[in-house]
């Protein structure tokens, strides 16, 4: 299977920032994207391939360009990588979002399993999202899509669980298995 793994954000507009580190979600999420990448060589069946947002063509169209690239590549499922953050610093969790198809939300139920799995964080679901924040990204490409949300880089607690290189690691390697999971 071919799995796409699309950084959120993008090089000009990084997304939240990290205060531990001070990286943001563009930055960091490169960082795991290559490491899915490096993971996926153990996995015989899924083939990884990262794919970033142009920045400067505005929102709407950099999700439909970046979308338009996974469907050329015939992306099997799409994983959009993320994660929140909140201005109170006990908000915490893992979160998933769906556009409710089926195999949208079968991925989206693996990738939330496996992800609470790795980081022992607070279950805060798998949400349905048909309009707002995120939707765009579930529905502008043919495979099955889900958006992550693994921690809240401002909690102490979401840093905590994904501040060593190994806890990335094993993050990376519960998205392969979560795309395994759903789809093989």
């Given at each position: 299977m071919k799995l796409a793994i699309v950084v959120g954000h993008n090089a000009r507009a990084q997304g939240a920032v990290r205060p531990d580190t001070g990286e943001t979600e563009f930055v960091w999420n490169t960082d795991l994207a290559r490491i899915i990448e490096d993971e996926a060589a153990h996995f015989d069946e899924i083939t990884v391939k990262t794919f970033f947002r142009e920045a400067g063509l505005g929102y709407s169209r950099e999700i439909r360009d970046v979308y338009a690239r996974t469907d050329r590549w015939g992306?099997?499922?799409?994983?959009?990588?993320?994660?929140?953050?909140?201005?109170?610093?006990?908000?915490?969790?893992?979160?998933?979002?769906?556009?409710?198809?089926?195999?949208?939300?079968?991925?989206?139920?693996?990738?939330?399993?496996?992800?609470?799995?790795?980081?022992?964080?607070?279950?805060?679901?798998?949400?349905?999202?048909?309009?707002?924040?995120?939707?765009?990204?579930?529905?502008?490409?043919?495979?099955?899509?889900?958006?992550?949300?693994?921690?809240?880089?401002?909690?102490?607690?979401?840093?905590?669980a994904t501040d060593e290189a190994h806890e990335k690691r094993v993050l990376a390697r519960a998205i392969l298995l979560a795309a395994q999971d759903a789809f093989l």
């Open positions: 992306a099997d499922a799409t994983c959009e990588l993320h994660f929140n953050s909140h201005h109170t610093a006990n908000a915490t969790g893992t979160e998933t979002l769906s556009s409710g198809s089926a195999l949208s939300l079968a991925f989206a139920m693996a990738l939330q399993e496996r992800m609470l799995d790795a980081l022992g964080l607070k279950d805060r679901g798998e949400k349905i999202v048909r309009k707002g924040r995120g939707a765009a990204s579930l529905i502008s490409g043919r495979a099955p899509a889900a958006l992550i949300e693994p921690f809240f880089g401002s909690s102490p607690e979401g840093q905590a």
